[in-house]
DNA sequence: CATTGATTAACAGGATTCCTGATAATTATG
DNA sequence: CATAATTATCAGGAATCCTGTTAATCAATG
């Protein structure tokens, strides 16, 4: 009885491309389990963490830091908003500009979030080495910096 | 003027979580563009992979792979039933199943493909050394594995 | 052997996430 | 100043995800 998600193991050198997003589907469907019952999608808990390293990120921003079209992340944008999770803020030194900014209850979501988020995150890294998660960590951000 | 999809750099010491989706959304996009011409998304592409891995899945077999309900992997199979790409055979053996099987056409379109998403690939991982290479495969299947 | 449980496929409906195309306003540039 | 670049928004649509439900088939159990 093979584990979910073997079908093309080490045993036959697949694509890391494929071997990514394996990972990513995992996560994407652990993240979503954990955070359905707060009301918000893995992606949207993405964009509220990014905005909490950067808050005030306008949503072109957002987009091309998530590698999506502008008018992707501002529905998403719009989504949060209906939630109330970020407000959208007109930029005083540039008009046509809008910062997206967390409210009280998106940071609030955040917190709720948080223990949840790090058991899933300490899971995945349960079997690796402080070595080799080191390396994985490095390895990707190259891989991101190479192909953006 | 920073790179894109640099706001959470290695600096801040973000999520792996997080350091994954960054890499998945860059590859996806990247791979959108070398496939949109032949018409097809990443997502069917990378079932279409496994299948040429392992020929005659059934959908709820890839939908377990993949991570993902199998309602959702039956209308990606269906769509990609629809392009000729796979064709749906029902399983002597077990009659309540259903194989999908590559066409000619789908191995055809794979092979279209191969070029270009190898020098993805390849540019993806031009900055890494093999060993890190090594690394990265084997922690991104352990990480797979510890959340499967 | 009959019943129950597990698995597979499919229908239905809907939310989310992605894109393209287009427009308008604002800022940057030569 | 005119043009180019950037930002946001509207519109429409495809793809991808889920939940809920039903029916058929195989597996397990007593």
Redesign the pocket.
């Known amino acids: 009885m093979s584990i979910k998600g073997d079908v093309m193991d080490e045993s036959s050198s697949p694509s890391l491309l494929y071997a990514v997003k394996q990972v990513e589907?995992v996560v994407r469907?652990r993240l979503?389990a954990v955070l359905r019952p707060h009301g918000a999608?893995?992606?949207?808990y993405t964009a509220l963490t990014v905005l909490q390293h950067r808050d005030g990120m306008?949503?072109?921003?957002l987009a091309r830091n998530?590698f999506?079209?502008?008018?992707?992340m501002?529905?998403?944008v719009s989504?949060l908003e209906s939630r109330r999770l970020v407000v959208?803020v007109k930029d005083a030194a540039?008009?046509?500009?809008?910062?997206v900014m967390l409210t009280d209850e998106g940071r609030a979501f955040l917190s709720a979030c948080e223990a949840e988020v790090a058991d899933l995150e300490r899971t995945m890294l349960r079997d690796l080495t402080d070595h080799q998660v080191k390396v994985l960590r490095s390895a990707l951000n190259s891989c991101r910096r190479s192909l953006a």
């Open positions: 589907q469907a979503d999608t893995a992606l949207q306008s949503s072109a921003e998530a999506v079209r502008p008018q992707s501002a529905d998403l989504a959208r540039d008009r046509k500009r809008i910062n």
